[in-house]
């Protein structure tokens, strides 16, 4: 038998399989989490079950999932998997037909949602970018929407002809003694930070110092900004009023540190520097880290560094003093 009288019908739409989240997410997108909490479909789809333990998205929002689980129809209509319709309530309007939910090949095998982008995974599989014609970044874990390019080392997404600086890690807060020399930066009572540099708090409470003169603290407590730029913390990038971005600069915790501290920088070679109470290492690539400690001994495993009359224990990972180790120091990037 057919629907009742003046009931109007449509086709019933397909459910897609939804994708895995993978952190880190290639970009920020919103999402709807399905109840199974590690399937997601598009913001504006439905999670539908398809079988136990596997959801499928239902390209509209608010739908009906029927009971067949493979099929879905409009938010106030009702599955008829009898004549494979939907019919609606008691509306007299023309339902519209429901959208196709379209498939980008990857392979002869493999598929990515419609409006996705076929990305190369680490593994060799292929994964899929929630963004149409991304960019696939050479760490095969990201993407960046159309027209930007790849920084992984500070984790954005750039716009075309926009400058790259690295990732820069923030020095330590120093303890002040009455050594300390009046250029340097006060935090509070007993810390301060090389001159030319701006107290942040860290997540612990704790002060870290952001290589940059009167710059902006994040309000994740764990990066911070030059001058004039905001934070976004959803891209990891300092944004400028006229659209510029730039990588964050994430702050490393405020250390112990002894000896006196004067102004100006410590010279590793003629190109590059580390701020003042620092010594210049070696790291593994070869170029210059700052170990955030005064004449530090630098240690072999091109990663650490302990205080001056310590020695490296890269087994333990720990600078060793008699009977009396303290935690290895990591040796931030220059």
């Not at 599955?79 to 519209?96: K, V, Y």
């Not at 009455?178 to 009572?189: F, R, W």
């Not at 087994?315 to 009977?323: D, G, I």
């Amino acid at each position: 038998c057919g629907p009742p009288a003046g009931d109007t019908d449509v086709p019933l739409g397909t459910a897609f399989p939804a994708w895995k989240r993978h952190p880190p997410a290639p970009v920020a997108l919103r999402q709807v989490l399905c109840p199974d909490g590690r399937s997601a479909c598009p913001d504006g789809a439905t999670c539908c079950q398809l079988s136990p333990g596997q959801y499928g998205c239902c390209p509209l929002p608010h739908a009906v999932c029927c009971s067949d689980g493979q099929h879905c129809c409009p938010q106030g209509t009702t599955c008829d998997l009898i004549h494979s319709t939907c019919t609606s309530l008691g509306g007299s309007a023309p339902l519209p037909a429901l959208p196709t939910a379209g498939d980008i090949k990857c392979d002869e095998r493999t598929s990515c949602p419609d409006g996705n982008t076929c990305c190369r995974l680490g593994s060799g599989a292929w994964g899929c970018c929630p963004l149409e014609k991304a960019v696939c970044c050479p760490d095969h874990v990201h993407c960046c929407p159309q027209g930007y390019t790849c920084d992984p080392e500070g984790g954005s997404c750039l716009p075309g002809g926009a400058p790259r600086r690295p990732w820069v890690r923030k020095a330590p807060a120093l303890p002040r003694g009455g050594q300390v020399t009046s250029g340097n930066v006060i935090c509070d009572e007993t810390m301060s930070c090389p001159d030319g540099t701006t107290c942040c708090r860290m997540s612990l409470g704790t002060w870290g110092c952001c290589p940059f003169s009167q710059a902006v603290c994040c309000p994740d407590l764990v990066h911070c900004c030059p001058q004039g730029y905001t934070c976004d913390p959803e891209g990891g990038t300092c944004l400028q009023g006229g659209g510029t971005r730039r990588p964050w600069v994430r702050k490393t915790p405020a250390l112990p540190h002894g000896g006196q501290v004067t102004s100006g920088n410590v010279k590793c070679d003629e190109t590059t520097s580390c701020p003042d109470g620092s010594t210049c290492c070696r790291l593994s690539l070869g170029t210059w880290g700052c170990c955030p400690l005064e004449q530090a001994v630098c240690c072999g495993d091109h990663k650490h560094c302990c205080p001056r009359g310590y020695t490296c224990n890269v087994a333990t990972e720990s600078c060793e003093k008699l009977l009396a180790p303290t935690p290895l120091l990591p040796t931030p990037s220059a």
